[in-house]
């Protein structure tokens, strides 16, 4: 039988640095827990808005294809609560000239009639929705030629 024999200046780790090395780690691993948490908040926020500036450009393309003449004018082309450019930035179902709801978002559009040059309607379109207990808004504004 053979013995072994271990000679006491023999490199290795005690168990005190194996105590520090794993708390080393686990804060490391914490700061990175912490990261990806804000990375996932940040991407939930990011779709949001896409989401949102997504939809205000689609009501503003849709409210740009209405008919607007001499002759005739859609009636979601009309300033109905004739509030002209102060009205433009309503985002409320009480003050806005028009609302609508689709899922979580709620698109709110105004009209301002000839604010920028004569024959022209400013469209504006507000997208509001709430996230994490805040309030959040998305706004595009276009302006409309009247075409005869």
Known sequence: MRTIWFDKNEGGFSLVELLIAMAIL??????L?????????GNSFSGATTDATTLAQDRLEQ???LTYSGLT????????????????????????????TQGNYT??????????VSNTKTLSVIV?????????KVSVRGIKPRID
């Open 26 to 31: 686990a804060i490391g691993l914490l700061a």
């Open 33 to 41: 827990a912490d990261m990806q948490i804000a990375s996932i908040k």
């Open 63 to 65: 409210l740009m294809t």
């Open 73 to 100: 004018t859609d009636a979601n082309l009309v300033d109905t609560d004739a509030d002209g450019d102060a009205g433009l930035n309503d985002a409320t179902a009480g003050t806005a000239d028009f609302s609508q």
């Open 107 to 116: 698109i709110f559009w105004n009209v301002s009639d000839g604010s920028v």
């Open 128 to 136: 509001t929705w709430s996230e994490q207990g805040q309030q959040k």
